[in-house]
């Protein structure tokens, strides 16, 4: 069943860097191309369309994602992984020949229903590696994705610059579907269909699941997703206001390849501090050195000082990730892990859709640096709530026990 896996893990992480560049070529500038191509200069109307794009996608997430998985059990992740990588290269170049903003928000609302390459890539790496080995190939995987925004964003914003939007939507296109020609022609997976989609209908009951306590660390999940990306759509407005305009793409491009490295570190090094202490004392350092952060990036009006304070606010901020994951792992039955992760990653998805929304609407009414202090103060507001279910959780447990 595991056959020639270490061969599958090269072509699958190539395939996953170069879609992850791809993505990074794009949609990381959306702010400007919504500014200078399809000409919405005021600020206010601006906002309201940067969050409405960042939800589309989001949403779209959060719908497909439970629906990709079933049909994922029931046909290959092989297939989910191509039905992702074409999708979005057919799609994702389309932007630049919409009209209007309603029109990209559509498209991005059907790119992120084609997409989830990451979820693709890692189901099947983690269905056909040998056991003993999972782990290795689940960091390589992660490893990738980390190199791959890294890339994508710096080469990206250079692009944007000197080239315009139509080479660079072009161009994540074709690294999209070079990806998914690697996999067509690279990869096999050794998978048996063992039902069809209708009989996995019938067998399925449409009810809440019976999680007992772990509803409240997945809503809690919702909940730290919806903070952690609540400033993260205005970043390029923010720099476009520091720098004054002058050479903001290639700046954007460098603030968000410092934050995907200050990210990459954090996923290891709060992990190894979670089973050292536990998941919710480091869960709470985390908030608060986030919040303590994000205040200063708000206030910045040299782009050192923004770099600076957005790279460790983004280091605490995805430590919380991994942090919760850990805890959500330790806290499900072993049998049940796989469920629970699944479901946290559509809580998550839940609260980025609303963060998104509600961000916009922030800066709609209070301009750019008011997001950034709302998403202060939000991580701040974290801490008790994590307190909280940390003893409600320890309380249900013990109950059940």
């Known amino acids: 069943m595991n056959d020639n896996w270490r061969r599958r893990l090269f072509f699958v992480s190539v395939a996953q860097f170069l879609a992850t560049c791809g993505f990074g070529f794009s949609l990381p500038f959306i702010p400007f191309f919504i500014k200078e191509h399809l000409g919405i200069v005021d600020e206010m109307q601006r906002s309201m369309w940067v969050g409405l794009f960042a939800a589309g996608g989001q949403l779209a997430l959060c719908l497909t994602s439970p629906i990709w998985g079933v049909v994922a059990d029931i046909y290959g992740r092989r297939k989910m992984l191509l039905r992702a990588y074409f999708g979005s290269a057919l799609i994702l170049p389309l932007m630049i020949f919409v009209p209007s903003p309603p029109w990209l928000v559509g498209l991005r609302f059907v790119v992120g229903m084609f997409a989830g390459t990451v979820t ?18 689940m960091g390589i995987v992660v490893s990738v994705v980390g190199s791959g925004n890294l890339t994508g964003m710096l080469l990206g914003s250079v692009m944007v610059e000197y080239f315009g939007y139509t080479i660079s939507f072009i161009s994540s296109g074709v690294l999209l579907l070079v990806a998914g020609l690697l996999i067509l022609y690279g990869v096999t997976e050794p998978f048996v269909q063992q039902t069809t989609l209708r009989e996995k209908m019938r067998e399925t009951e449409f009810r809440l699941p019976q999680f007992g306590a772990i509803w409240i660390l ?95 606010m983004a280091f605490f901020n995805a430590g919380l990730d991994p942090v919760l994951q850990i805890w959500l792992a330790k806290s499900a039955p072993i049998e049940k892990r796989a469920l629970f992760i699944g479901w946290g990653t559509s809580f998550r998805a839940m ?31 974290l801490i008790p709530m994590i307190l909280s279910a940390a003893k409600k959780i320890g309380v249900k447990q013990q109950a059940t026990n």
């Not at 693709?120 to 190939?137: C, E, M």
């Not at 992990?271 to 202490?277: E, I, K, P, S, V």
Request: aromatic share 12%; charged share 10%; glycine share 12%.
């Open 120 to 137: 693709a890539s890692q189901a099947l790496i983690a269905s056909t590696t040998p056991q003993n080995k999972v782990g290795y190939a």
């Open 218 to 312: 997945l809503i809690l999940m919702s909940v730290t997703g919806f903070v952690t990306y609540f400033e993260r759509p205005f970043i390029p407005q923010l720099v476009e206001m520091v720098t004054g305009g002058i050479n903001a793409k290639r700046w954007v491009g460098i603030v968000l390849s410092c934050s995907a490295v200050a990210g990459i570190a954090a996923g290891s090094i709060m992990g190894r501090l979670a089973d050292r202490f536990s998941p919710p004392k480091v869960g709470v350092a985390s908030a608060l050195l986030a919040g303590l952060c994000t205040l200063p990036v708000g206030l910045s009006t040299c782009i050192s000082s923004l770099v600076g304070f957005r790279t460790g």
């Open 351 to 381: 609260g980025w859709f609303f963060s998104s929304t509600a961000a916009g609407a922030v800066a709609m009414w209070g301009g750019v640096r008011m997001v950034f202090f709302v998403a202060s103060v939000f991580f701040i507001l």
